[in-house]
């Protein structure tokens, strides 16, 4: 099935340190999505994007729509060690119809 | 609010064998999806359901299939079970106000032996 390219495919760092990720895919989204999971847990929606170049903070969490409808980025400042699991991002090319693309997620590691 | 229960959590089949999963939905959601989630090809989508009416389908065999009762919960079940089925099998359900924002089980952990 077709998945969204997602880089890094894993991070290591250290606690307080700044995270950046990004995914691109060959087909426009109209809405682009960034998951989160948790070890035993489904994936939490973690910021939704909608309009191309938009620029969307939710705490912490910065992340872009890019403007070719292409591709995005998301950023995490000040990293802490609740912020470890795996990110994804996701894309939907119509509202009303659910399906989601998936990228092939970053798994992220906090060093003590 | 209680999220999204899906049943069971854990089981293992043998191939040849078929499996039903169960998934209900947040309450007032009438959309639920279903997606396979294995560490080679993480999270693919399977189908999703809409007032008992199925909207979209991904690229599965039709060993796969789905359905959505009057009250929203949903049901999947997999025929002939094989190796590569095992997965873990997430449900999630909408209200459909919020583009993509798609609310997650815990997930049916597959193991196919």
């Known amino acids: 099935g077709q998945q969204l390219n997602q880089s890094p495919q894993s991070m290591f760092i250290q606690e307080g340190e700044d995270v950046s990720m990004n995914c691109t895919s060959s087909s426009i989204f109209n809405t682009w999505l960034w998951y989160k999971q948790d070890p035993g847990e489904g994936p939490v929606l973690l910021i939704a994007?909608?309009?191309?170049?938009e620029l969307t903070s939710n705490g912490r969490l910065t992340a872009q729509f890019g403007i070719t409808r292409k591709d995005s980025f998301l950023n995490i400042s000040a990293s802490i060690p609740s912020d470890v699991g795996i990110y994804f991002c996701?894309?939907?090319?119509?509202?009303?119809?659910?399906?989601?693309?998936f990228g092939t997620g970053t798994r992220l590691t906090i060093i003590p | 609010k209680a999220g999204v229960t899906q049943t069971p959590r854990y089981l293992i089949k043998t191939r040849g064998q078929q499996v039903t999963l169960s998934c209900s939905p947040i309450?007032?959601?009438?959309?639920v999806s279903w997606y396979q989630q294995t560490p080679g090809q993480g999270l693919q989508f399977l189908f999703e359901y809409f007032s008992e009416t199925q909207r979209n389908k991904g690229n599965f065999p039709g060993r796969f299939s789905g359905r959505q009762f009057s009250n929203s919960r949903s049901e999947m079940n997999v025929s002939t079970l094989e190796l590569g089925d095992s997965a873990l099998y997430l449900c999630?359900?909408?209200?459909?106000?919020?583009?993509?924002?798609?609310?997650f089980g815990e997930g049916s952990r597959l193991t196919v032996l």
């Open positions: 999630a359900s909408s209200k459909g106000q919020v583009p993509g924002e798609l609310f």
């Open positions: 309450s007032g959601h009438r959309s």
């Open positions: 994007l909608y309009k191309a170049g």
């Open positions: 996701a894309g939907q090319l119509n509202f009303g119809n659910e399906k989601l693309t």
